[in-house]
């Protein structure tokens, strides 16, 4: 591994290495990281990640369908359990997600082929990211952000979700010396464009 995680906890090498950019195209990894990073809003992801098992059972091993159904008494549940975030807002906007995710889900199919076709079913390399460039959002994540806020998301803005796409890989913003970048481009579909060019793929 290399990238800027070198120094991070064994936890979080470990979804460096395991996790973070690797194409995802499972509706329920990808709710989950969905999930992750809008309660990361305001907090630190060594925080998400250390809390990550204890967030995973209070939301049904992210089962959408279990999750949007949630009541009252899921919200209380939730709010009791030891280790998890204690925000009822972002809790209720989960839920809230989640009724949005379904409805993504019965209007394209699934949420996969939804989310990937910004991209055209293929990972975005940026052209100079791989040197180190860190930025937080870009015009990919700003639309899309603004397309899931009006099918009613929240806690899905741009910076929130170009977290998300690098997540799931549709970025693929690992370091050119991390074997994670190489990894990705010789085993996954790929794209290389210039920052400014994501129009030019939708």
């Known amino acids: 591994m290399a990238c800027n995680w070198k120094d991070s906890s064994k936890q979080m090498q470990e979804y460096h290495d395991q996790e973070w950019g690797i194409p995802t195209h499972d509706d329920q990894k990808l709710f989950e990281y969905l999930v992750l990073e809008s309660l990361q809003a305001g907090l630190s ?20 369908e279990k999750v949007a159904s949630f009541d009252i008494d899921d919200i209380e549940r939730i709010m009791h359990t030891d ?7 972002k809790v209720n906007a989960m839920i809230s997600n989640a009724k949005a995710f379904i409805d993504v889900q019965k209007e394209f199919g699934n949420f996969n082929k939804y989310l990937w076709s910004y991209s055209n079913g293929k ?3 940026y052209k100079g990211h791989e040197q180190g460039i860190n930025i937080s959002k870009n015009d990919l994540s700003t639309l899309i952000s603004s397309d ?7 806690y899905v803005g741009p910076v929130i979700i170009y977290s998300y796409l690098q997540a799931c890989g549709i970025i693929n913003d690992h370091d050119k ?4 970048y190489q990894k990705i481009k010789n085993n996954y579909p790929c794209i290389t464009i210039d920052e400014e060019d994501i129009y030019k793929i939708l």
């Open 45 to 64: 992801w060594e925080l998400i990640i250390r809390k990550r098992e204890a967030i995973r059972k209070c939301f049904c091993d992210f089962d959408v």
């Open 83 to 89: 280790d998890m975030i204690k925000s009822l807002r």
């Open 123 to 125: 990972t975005i390399c």
């Open 148 to 154: 899931l806020k009006k099918r009613g998301f929240k």
């Open 177 to 180: 010396e991390c074997i994670c």
